[in-house]
Structures are given as C-alpha cells and as structure tokens.
C-alpha cells in the first residue's frame, strides 16, 4: 500500500536509485535523464520541485519514466523513499 503523498525531491531521490541522473533545472522543473544500458536509447523525465505532487503528475512522471504500471511505480518509490 503506498502513502499517498509524495514530493518532487521523493521522486528525484527514487529515480536517482533507478539509474536517472539530473541533467537541468528550469525553475522549479527539474529535468532527468536515463541512457538504456543496452541499447542507449535515453528517455527524460521532467518533476517538478514542489511539496506535494497530484496523482494526475505522478501518473505522467511514471509514464515518462517508463513505467509499465502505476501502482507498482508508487510502490517501488515507497520501498525507496
């Protein structure tokens, strides 16, 4: 069962530990990337720095980062967090 709420710098701690590095900041937006270690393809992930991000933000974050399904995304970043 996940918490519920999560803030920007949970999410970047999270992403850290799954292998995205930040590469930019604009503003409150914080940019990160991920190079496939097999193939190189590189995917971006945009989070933004505030206290408390709304499901509909979380859903986007975990799509951009790849995510297959939601709730697992949610619950890999408790067991991270």
């Known amino acids: 069962m996940t918490r519920g709420t ?3 710098e949970d999410i970047i701690k999270a992403l850290g530990k799954w292998r995205f590095r930040r590469v930019d900041q604009t503003g ?3 940019k990160l990337e991920y190079v496939d270690p097999n193939t ?3 995917r971006y ?3 933004p720095l ?7 933000t979380l859903r986007s974050i975990a799509e951009q980062a ?12 408790d067991d991270l967090v």
């Open 50 to 56: 505030h206290d408390e991000l709304d499901t509909g």
């Open 45 to 47: 992930v945009i989070v």
């Open 28 to 30: 409150s937006h914080v």
């Open 6 to 8: 999560y803030s920007g």
């Open 66 to 77: 790849g995510a297959q399904d939601f709730q697992s995304f949610l619950d890999g970043i």
């Open 40 to 42: 190189g393809e590189k």
